[in-house]
């Protein structure tokens, strides 16, 4: 197991690693819509907040030499289901045919008040 690190990408916030990298997958740790420049949790829409979280996401598969392309599954977390259609609209503009299976889920509440936390599987060759 490889551990991946990138300041590009905010710092754990806990006892786990921004992502694992073994057996020619790469597993993402939850991200949450934080600024890695100022550490602090970007405000604002379901839009912005999805929009931080995934360039969190692509910066970590970027650093252990994967892709968006290349995601496999992804597991989003949102505080609110009735916002899913404007998630929906950006998420999908980071990806592309074939789509990554996924698991959408509304949950109470996620770390730091964020509104949407997103974790993913990809490929890492």
Do not use: C, H, W
Request: hydrophobic share 40%.
């Amino acid at each position: 197991m490889k551990k991946i690190q990138t300041e590009s990408a905010p710092a754990a916030i806990g006892p786990y690693s921004q992502a694992i990298k073994v057996n020619g997958m790469v597993y993402v740790s939850g991200q949450i819509p934080i600024d890695p420049s100022t550490g602090k949790i970007v405000e604002g829409s379901i839009e912005e907040q999805t929009r931080r979280v995934l360039e969190n996401v692509k910066a970590v598969l970027e650093a252990a030499g994967s892709s968006m392309e290349k995601v496999v599954q992804s597991f989003v977390f949102m505080t609110n289901l009735s916002e899913f259609q404007a998630m929906n609209k950006v998420y999908e503009s980071y990806f592309s045919e074939p789509y990554p299976a996924r698991v959408t889920v509304q949950v109470a509440s996620l770390p730091k008040g964020a509104k949407i936390e997103i974790s993913v599987i990809a490929l890492a060759e």
